[in-house]
C-alpha cells in the first residue's frame, strides 16, 4: 500500500479500508456468524470505506459474495442475511445524508451519469484492462498470475472469491467508465489508478499458484 500512497490520491485508502472489510467479513463468516464484535466492526469498516470514496459502493456485491455463508444451518443464513442488510442500510443512509445534508449528491451515482458516459465506455475499459501503459496489470505486472489462480480455485469447487474478484475488477472498471464520462483517464502520474482498490483481492486470487509454486 505504501508506495500508493505517494501519489496523494484517495484510492490507496479505499484499498486499505476494503481489504480491512473483506478481512473481518471473513473472519465473521468463518466464525458462523456468532461474534457481535465482529458484526460491528464490520459496519463501522463499511463506514470508513464509503467515508473515503463514494465509489466505494460499488464494492459492495463483491463483499456480499464474500459474506455468503458456508454453513447449512439456518441461524448462520438468517446471520449472514442480518450482515446483508447492516450493508443495506449503512448505503441507504448515506444515500438519504446526501440528499438532506451537506454532502451533497456525493453519493448518489445515477447522478454523475452524463449523456457522453456510454461513448466513452469502450475506450476506457480497454485502457483499464487490456492496455500495457495504462492498465492494473500493466503496472502490476504480478496481478496476471490470478488468471490461472482463479481457474485453480474453481477446479476445487471454490467459487466465491473468483466471482467476487470478477464482480470488483468489473464493477470498478465499469462503473469509473461510465461515471466518469470524458474525464475515465487516472492521470499521467498513476494511469489505471481507479482500478487500485481491487489490487489486493487480485493477489488473493494469485495465492493458488503461488501455493504451487512453492511445492
Avoid at 484517495?10 to 468463518?30: F, N, S, Y
Avoid at 449528491?105 to 449523456?115: E, T, W
Avoid at 475506450?123 to 496481478?143: E, F, M
Wanted: aromatic share 10%; net charge positive; proline share 6%.
Amino acid at each position: 500500500i505504501f508506495p500508493y500512497t505517494k501519489t496523494f490520491f484517495r484510492e490507496p485508502l479505499v484499498l486499505l479500508m476494503l481489504l480491512i472489510c473483506g478481512l473481518l467479513i471473513e473472519r465473521l463468516r468463518a466464525g458462523g456468524y456468532r461474534s457481535i464484535p465482529l458484526m460491528i466492526a464490520v459496519g463501522v469498516a463499511l463506514v470508513g470505506l464509503l467515508l473515503a470514496k463514494a465509489s466505494a459502493l460499488l464494492a459492495l456485491p463483491a463483499l456480499l459474495v464474500i459474506a455468503v455463508p458456508h454453513s447449512q444451518d439456518a441461524r448462520v443464513r438468517r446471520a449472514a442475511l442480518m450482515l446483508g442488510l447492516l450493508a443495506l442500510v449503512v448505503v441507504g443512509i448515506f444515500v438519504v445524508l446526501s440528499a438532506v445534508s451537506a454532502f451533497g449528491d456525493r453519493y448518489n451515482l445515477l447522478k454523475l451519469l452524463r449523456d457522453d458516459s456510454a461513448s466513452y465506455l469502450l475506450t476506457a475499459l480497454q485502457a483499464y484492462l487490456l492496455s500495457i501503459g495504462g492498465s492494473i496489470w500493466g503496472t502490476s505486472p504480478v496481478v496476471l498470475l490470478a488468471l490461472p489462480g482463479m481457474w485453480m480455485l474453481l477446479q476445487r469447487r471454490e467459487a466465491r472469491y473468483p466471482l467476487a474478484i470478477l464482480l470488483l475488477v468489473g464493477a470498478f472498471a465499469v462503473g469509473y467508465a461510465g461515471l466518469n464520462g470524458a474525464h475515465w483517464f487516472g492521470g499521467l502520474s498513476l494511469s489505471p489508478r481507479f482500478l487500485i482498490p481491487v489490487l489486493p483481492f487480485l493477489m488473493l486470487g494469485a495465492l493458488p499458484v503461488f501455493e504451487r509454486i512453492g511445492r
